[in-house]
């Protein structure tokens, strides 16, 4: 069965990086848009970034254009988040997600088939 398993999480300050991975089995994830979501406590779950199927277009949400870079090694089978220049309102659990679909990165949930159980990022002031 599918598993895409996040880690990398964890508790940093303001200012510092962190680097989340997916690692993804039962899966090819070359074979998927992929994409990186997070929830904060009280509000909706959103993409903050996401590759295209054939790797040739990601997307960043506003908020984190130009801290965060998603990237895929294919011959690990996993994707990665890095975020640098960490904020406080970074805090979230963030999520791996992978869509079975063709196009532009998808950035709705509901696009997306398979989902990880997600890592706490908390950043501190």
């Known amino acids: 069965q599918v598993q895409l398993v996040e880690s990398g999480g964890g508790l940093v300050q303001a200012g510092g990086s962190l680097r989340l991975s997916c690692a993804a089995s039962g899966l090819t994830v070359s074979n998927y848009a992929m994409g990186w979501f997070r929830q904060a406590p009280g509000k909706e779950r959103e993409c903050v970034a996401a590759?295209?199927?054939?790797?040739?277009?990601?997307y960043y949400s506003d908020s984190v254009k130009g801290r965060y870079t998603m990237s895929r090694d294919n011959a690990k089978n996993t994707v990665y988040l890095q975020m640098n220049s960490l904020k406080v309102d970074d805090t979230a659990v963030y999520y791996c997600a992978a869509a079975r679909r063709i196009g532009p990165p998808p950035t709705s949930r509901s696009r997306y088939d398979y989902w990880g159980q997600g890592t706490q990022v908390t950043v501190s002031s």
């Open positions: 590759i295209n199927w054939g790797g040739s277009s990601t």
